[in-house]
């Protein structure tokens, strides 16, 4: 890993939006949890995803891995998460996540869709080794900026979720 420290908190946005909806969702869910250490949004690295060589992306691979609890968010595409996102997650060998505690996130756009964080994006990071204890969470896109359905979430789920370690700060370091 090519950090200093891993991530106690790490956000995995799979929209192929860059600076979406669901990524300020998904920041926000992080301010919930503390901070995010390490924001991967795959918009960014999405040219990178089926090069299995590409260096960067095999990084944050490991960075998330290494993380003590992951945010997984993905805007609701035909009723599941995102191609974008199920080939980042793709990345990952089998319970690749195992010790990572995940927080599946999907925003759409109808109530109607609610169930896909719990019947698609769960099982799929089960499936990888996470341990996923709360409810996902879905936020409808009208929605997302309003600090309601988080604090609704956060309320039921808080006791759930590990103890995290207070955030790092690593000091700067300059030169004389």
Do not use: C
């Not at 992306?57 to 960075?63: F, I, R, T």
């Not at 089998?94 to 996130?105: D, K, R």
């Not at 409808?140 to 700060?169: C, G, K, M, N, S």
């Amino acid at each position: 890993m090519s950090t200093a420290h891993a991530a106690r908190v790490a956000v995995v946005v799979g929209n192929p939006k860059p600076r979406s909806r669901t990524y300020e969702a998904a920041l926000t869910l992080a301010d919930r949890l503390g901070g995010a250490d390490l924001v991967v949004d795959l918009a960014d690295h999405a040219s990178e995803l089926f090069d299995w060589g590409s260096e960067s992306v095999g990084d944050l691979v490991q960075q998330v891995a290494g993380s003590s609890v992951v945010v997984v968010a993905s805007p609701t595409y035909k009723a599941t998460y995102t191609g974008l996102l199920k080939a980042f997650l793709d990345r990952f060998p089998h319970q690749g996540l195992s010790g990572v505690t995940a927080v599946p996130l999907m925003l759409g756009a109808s109530p109607a869709h609610s169930l896909a964080t719990e019947h698609g994006l769960r099982p799929l990071l089960v499936e990888l080794g996470a341990s996923v204890p709360t409810r996902g969470l879905y936020v409808l896109d009208a929605q997302h900026d309003r600090p309601e359905p988080y604090d609704a979430w956060f309320a039921t789920a808080q006791q759930l979720l590990p103890a995290l370690p207070a955030p790092v700060h690593i000091p700067e370091v300059t030169s004389a």
